[in-house]
């Protein structure tokens, strides 16, 4: 399925049994307890996989989630194992897996997405122009778009079965989910992980809008973060010198190809039309500057 050696749409590992091929990554069972996350370089956009990988993305999400792993480790503990990916498939599959997977404890995920805003945009806009709320939490009258939070908010979704899109939620539906403690737990860590991020991100230059943050617990209840960690993908990332308040900043994700889309004879539903060279190319390095300036590499 490669295309070539930067490039990888779909993994097959066959020395590992495969558990499951999520929009972007596919997961390998190691044992009873591990993991095998590959990150591909699949790209969803409206909740439909294009045809069209994007070269090196399942390298930068990986090394980004990563440098967040390391950098927060001492806020919440994460899924991470010392395993080289490499040692743990056949020789012949080590060139799928180099630089783009990890191994990881195996937990059990939470059904809620931990979504924390620090400014307001997407689908939280739209709400607050109905309600002036986002998820149940009532905000300052006169907010523009994109404009700064007085303070970061977590607003949860439920985690929607495979091809539906997440439904926002109030805090007491996801205490109903994850029961109050581990709720109230997820919510303090999220916006404490979130504000860091951001702190440490706008000294490089880049603004965090919001982003997503998955959870696990473990045999013992213990909470673990898991999944990916502050990437283009779970993120809104913004150049802060083109922040303007009242219109929507351009973004180191995939706007470029949602943009694109927008413009096509396209119904958002599968099959998506192939990307052209000029949008791939320019998809590949909104992410790869994400990752320069925030990680230095």
């Known amino acids: 399925m490669n295309s070539d050696h930067s490039t990888l749409f779909e993994s097959s590992i066959q020395s590992l049994k495969f558990l499951h091929r999520g929009k972007v990554r596919d997961l390998y069972a190691v044992g009873d307890d591990k993991l095998l996350v590959v990150q591909t370089d699949r790209l969803s956009a409206f909740d439909v996989i294009l045809p069209t990988p994007i070269p090196g993305k399942g390298h930068v999400l990986t090394e980004l989630s990563f440098f967040w792993f390391r950098k927060l480790g001492h806020v919440v503990r994460n899924h991470l194992t010392d395993i080289a990916p490499e040692s743990v498939v056949a020789p012949s599959e080590r060139a799928q897996v180099a630089g783009r997977a990890m191994v990881v404890k195996k937990l059990k995920p939470l059904l809620i997405e931990a979504v924390v805003r620090g400014y307001i945009i997407g689908s939280g806009w739209n709400d607050y122009q109905k309600t002036r709320a ?164």
């Open 134 to 297: 986002v998820c149940g939490i009532e905000l300052p009258p006169g907010l523009k778009q994109a404009q700064k939070l007085p303070q970061p908010i977590f607003t949860p979704a439920f985690k929607a079965p495979m091809g539906e899109h997440d439904e926002n939620i109030t805090f007491a539906e996801a205490e109903k989910l994850a029961g109050k403690e581990l709720a109230a737990q997820v919510r303090d860590i999220s916006i404490r992980l979130y504000t860091e991020a951001a702190d440490y991100a706008a000294t490089r230059g880049i603004i965090i809008a919001d982003t997503k943050f998955e959870f696990g617990v473990d045999d013992k209840g213990g909470l673990v973060l898991i999944d990916e960690a502050l990437t283009p993908d779970s993120s809104r990332f913004w150049p802060a010198a083109q922040y303007r308040t009242g219109t929507s900043p351009p973004s180191f994700d995939k706007q470029f190809v949602r943009d694109w889309l927008e413009t096509q004879p396209w119904n958002k539903k599968h099959p998506a039309p192939a990307l052209p060279p000029d949008v791939l190319r320019k998809t590949s390095e909104k992410y790869r500057e994400a990752l320069r300036l925030l990680a230095g590499s």
